[in-house]
């Protein structure tokens, strides 16, 4: 089984900066779907950012601030946080989705990295 763990994460104050990292214990495929999201105290789970082989997507609260990206020859993925603000306060969680059938379908989790942003 793929594991994922996450790492980057830390106390940074506003208008700072974090990369955070998603390495795969396994061959992360061109194909697979991964993604960034967040939880913070009291809130639901939230998609931060995601990417495919030929897309990227992004919440509205940090375009422009984050950007997403992954290496496929070292099977990590990476979330570059700029500008960062008090509300991106959160617990990030590193996602792949592999679309397939049967065994060949994977849904894994990381488990999470913290991010505390504050003056």
């Known amino acids: 089984q793929v594991q994922l763990v996450e790492s980057g994460g830390g106390l940074v104050q506003p208008g700072g900066s974090l990369r955070l990292s998603c390495a795969a214990s396994?061959?992360?495929?061109?194909?697979?779907?991964m993604g960034w999201y967040r939880q913070a105290p009291g809130k639901q789970r939230e998609l931060v950012a995601a990417i495919t082989e030929s897309s990227t997507n992004y919440a509205d609260s940090v375009k422009g601030r984050f950007t997403i990206s992954r290496d496929g020859v070292k099977n990590t993925l990476y979330l570059q946080m700029n500008s960062l603000k008090p509300e991106d306060t959160a617990v990030y969680y590193c996602?792949?989705?592999?679309?397939?059938?049967?065994?060949?379908?994977?849904?894994?989790w990381g488990q999470g990295t913290l991010v505390t942003v504050s003056s």
């Open positions: 396994a061959n992360i495929f061109s194909f697979d779907a």
């Open positions: 996602n792949l989705h592999r679309y397939g059938l049967g065994a060949d379908a994977l849904e894994v």
